[in-house]
């Protein structure tokens, strides 16, 4: 079964928004074994709009759109659905009793004539009903080929999808399963895991699709079945895997999409009931991020010290301004002084520290573009510290250091484990 995306709407093709709810629709249809073959984006053009359709027509079994549905005359989907679709638009008495509820109940004003509007749809389509918001969903067929509208709000689109089109889809269309494993890795690039793997790779069953998909520091490989036994996908994945793990076991630190090395490193220093905190430099706080942007963090993340400037290094971290002169802003002393500096601040068993340069210019002392020092001070007063060269961009450098830091921090845990 083969779907497309269409998002409608300017404000995407000159940059001014980014489309995420493409993404998440087909990472929703996937999962119930539809796959998307392609996504479009398109201008608020009643002609656009409509060879869309038509180049569309046949081609996939849904066409799902987003975008457009708005009560101003610059969203002309509704419309536009009615010329391809040869109909006219009425009200919908439901739809107009939920507008309203919202508009005076909620919003405590006069509800207006656009307002009633958006109650206005084909008279031939399934109202996919928005408890959201107040532009209701479409869900027209013609031929061989279903056309579904929602609104562009990601998360009025997203409950749409989520309590409506996800389950009409299941109970309506037999499908194929489409099954996914993802196996994260940090430390090696694509092209030597590659290398590793190729036998492993080589004797896949033809069913099971390998994809890299690589990041700055780290590789997700993505294991994908497609059949029609679900117990046959399941057992393959799960032997290929436990063969892979054999392999690569030293890389490996997590497996599918949520298993990301900060939820890793997290889960680690929970269990251990240890605590941890930075100082950075370069990296400017990503690595604080990370490991905030999992719930639960305040367990054992304690804070954070932002050192960009040297008297900062100085004022706050402890750090002797003699030592910065004859050593440099970037090199394995002042990375390790500020990782102590932290650590005593914080009182916390770990403290990761980064300093380098990261570009584009060559600005600091003598240090080169993309090099980089990473400290981790650990809870016996001893200091880990390593020296790297990342190279260009600049985006590039702190997104390695960062995850680089994180994988020092858990491979540290893990030996204090054995």
């Known amino acids: 079964m083969k779907a497309a995306i269409v998002t409608i709407g300017d404000e995407i093709l000159i940059g001014q928004i980014v489309d995420t709810n493409s993404s998440?629709?087909?990472?929703?249809l996937d999962k119930i074994g539809v796959q998307t073959h392609e996504m479009l984006s398109i201008s608020d053009d009643k002609k656009h709009i409509l060879d869309t359709f038509s180049l569309l027509q046949n081609k996939v079994d849904l066409v799902v759109i987003t975008g457009g549905l708005g009560p101003t005359k610059d969203d002309i989907t509704k419309k536009t659905f009615c010329d391809y679709f040869e109909d006219y638009l009425v009200v919908n008495e439901a739809v107009?009793?939920?507008?309203?509820?919202i508009i005076e109940g909620f919003y405590?004003?006069?509800?207006?004539?656009?307002?009633k509007d958006q109650a206005l749809v084909p008279s031939k389509c399934q109202v996919l009903f928005n408890t959201l918001g107040t532009a209701p969903g479409m869900w027209m067929k013609k031929e061989n080929t279903v056309y579904i509208s929602l609104p562009g709000v990601p998360y009025e689109m997203k409950d749409i999808v989520d309590n409506v089109i996800i389950p009409k889809v299941v109970k309506e269309y037999n499908r194929p399963f489409i099954?996914?494993?993802?196996?994260?890795?940090?430390?090696q690039g694509?092209?030597?895991i590659a290398e590793r793997i190729e036998d492993w790779e080589n004797?896949?069953?033809a069913f099971i699709k390998l994809a890299y998909l690589p990041n700055p520091g780290r590789v997700r490989l993505r294991l994908t079945a497609r059949g029609l036994i679900k117990e046959v996908l399941e057992n393959a994945i799960e032997e290929n895997v436990t063969s892979l793990t054999k392999i690569i076991h030293d890389i490996i630190v997590g497996f599918d999409e949520g298993e990301t090395i900060e939820n890793e490193v997290?889960?680690?220093?929970?269990s251990q009931q240890q605590t941890v905190s930075t100082a950075e430099s370069c990296t400017g706080g990503k690595i604080a991020q990370l490991l905030t942007s999992i719930p639960g963090a305040s367990n054992y993340f304690k804070g954070s010290v932002v050192s960009y400037a040297e008297n900062v290094k100085v004022d706050v971290l402890g750090l002797h301004v003699d030592m910065i002169r004859n050593y440099g802003v970037v090199s394995a002393e002042v990375a390790t002084q500020m990782a102590l500096g932290v650590q005593r601040i914080m009182k916390t068993d770990y403290a990761i520290a980064t300093t380098g340069n990261a570009g584009p210019g060559k600005e600091i002392g003598d240090s080169g573009i993309g090099e980089v020092f990473i400290a981790l001070a650990k809870p016996n007063g001893e200091v880990i510290v390593e020296g790297f060269n990342f190279g260009q961009p600049r985006e590039k450098v702190i997104d390695r250091t960062a995850n680089k830091a994180l994988e020092i921090l858990r491979k540290e845990i893990l030996k204090n484990l054995r």
């Open 24 to 28: 998440y629709i087909a990472n929703a």
């Open 96 to 101: 107009l009793k939920h507008v309203t509820e």
């Open 108 to 115: 405590k004003r006069p509800i207006t004539q656009l307002n």
């Open 179 to 187: 099954m996914h494993k993802t196996i994260l890795t940090y430390g």
């Open 190 to 192: 694509e092209s030597r």
């Open 203 to 205: 004797n896949l069953p």
């Open 266 to 270: 997290g889960k680690l220093l929970f």
